[in-house]
C-alpha cells in the first residue's frame, strides 16, 4: 500500500501541531519518521489513522483520500497501528488479545454466536489459528493462554505487534517500537520490522532508537515543529546540519554530533 500525506496542518486551538507536512510511504517501503519530542510525529500518525481529523492537507491511501475518516473506516482499508503506551486488554488472554484483530474480516454474526452454528465454530477455529500463527510469528515465548498483563513488557510489545497483523494489512504504522527493551530484544524487533516487510507489508515506524532506524530503515523523514525538514536515505539523514540542529542545537559539539550520526549501526 502507497500512503501519501500532502500539506497536512493540524491545530488545536492556537497550536498548530502539523504545519505543512508532507512525506510518502511507498509501496512494501520501510520508511522511519523522527525528530526531536513535540515535532508532530504521533499527531500525523494519528490523522493517517483517523484519531486526529487535519485541519487542512490530505492523506491518500494508493491514491484514494481518506482525510477525516473515522478510523475504522481507515481499518478497513488496510491500515493497522500499534502505540508508544501499549493498548493491549490486560485482563484478557494473550490469545484472545491477538484474535481480537480478526474482527475486521471475521465478520462473526450474531446469530452464527447464539446458535453456536457450525459456521461460528469453523470461524472460531480460523481465528484461533490466525491468533497462533502471528503469535509463532513475533516469536512470543511466554504463555498464550494467561492474561497479557502477566507478560513482560518485551514480550507485550511482541503481541501488540501479532494483534496488528492479524487485521492482515497493507500499512504498518509502529510508533517507537523499540521503547522499553534491551539490547538483544531490540535486536530482535529489527529483525521482526524485516520480516514483516517481507510479506509485503509497507511500514512507517517512529522510533527514538537512531541505531534502529539507520539499521532497518529505507528512507528517513525528520519533523521538527510540524514541518518536514529531511527526507533521504539514513545516510544522507543523519549528516544533515539541520537534523543535528534539530536534535542539539546550534552550539553543538563534536562528541554530541558523532553520539548522533554515529556509524549507523548502534
Avoid at 106 to 133: C, G, K, M, Y
Wanted: with cysteine; net charge negative.
Amino acid at each position: 500500500m502507497n500512503l501519501e500525506v500532502a500539506d497536512l496542518r493540524l491545530s488545536f486551538g492556537g497550536l498548530l501541531a502539523i504545519d505543512g507536512l508532507s512525506f510518502g510511504v511507498g509501496e512494501n517501503e520501510i520508511v522511519s519518521v523522527i525528530g526531536p519530542n513535540g515535532a508532530g510525529k504521533t499527531s500525523a500518525f494519528n490523522c493517517v489513522t483517523g484519531f486526529y481529523r487535519p485541519t487542512a492537507g490530505r492523506i491518500l491511501l494508493d491514491g484514494q483520500d481518506v482525510s477525516g475518516r473515522r478510523p475504522e473506516q481507515i481499518a478497513a482499508m488496510g491500515v493497522a497501528r500499534t502505540f508508544q503506551n501499549l493498548r493491549l486488554f490486560g485482563e484478557l488472554s494473550v490469545l484472545d488479545n491477538v484474535r481480537a484483530g480478526t474482527h475486521l474480516w471475521s465478520r462473526q454474526r450474531a446469530i452464527d454466536a447464539l446458535l453456536h452454528t457450525p459456521r461460528f465454530r469453523r470461524t472460531e477455529n480460523e481465528v484461533t489459528d490466525e491468533a497462533h500463527r502471528w503469535l509463532d510469528f513475533v516469536g512470543l515465548r511466554g504463555d498464550r493462554a494467561g492474561p497479557a498483563r502477566a507478560l513482560p513488557y518485551g514480550e507485550q510489545r511482541r503481541v501488540e505487534i501479532a494483534r496488528a497483523l492479524a487485521r492482515r494489512p497493507s500499512l504498518l504504522l509502529l510508533d517507537e517500537p523499540a521503547a522499553g527493551l534491551n539490547h538483544s530484544e531490540k535486536a530482535e524487533m529489527t529483525d521482526l520490522i524485516r520480516r514483516i516487510r517481507e510479506l509485503g507489508i509497507s511500514i512507517a515506524l517512529i522510533e527514538h532508537d537512531m541505531g534502529l532506524v539507520m539499521e532497518v530503515s529505507e528512507r528517513v523523514v525528520v519533523l521538527n515543529f510540524g514541518r518536514e525538514i529531511a527526507d533521504g536515505p539514513p545516510e544522507q539523514v543523519r549528516r544533515d546540519p539541520q537534523v543535528i540542529e534539530a536534535y542539539l542545537g546550534r552550539d553543538a559539539e563534536d562528541s554530541e554530533i558523532a553520539e548522533i550520526i554515529g556509524d549507523g549501526h548502534g
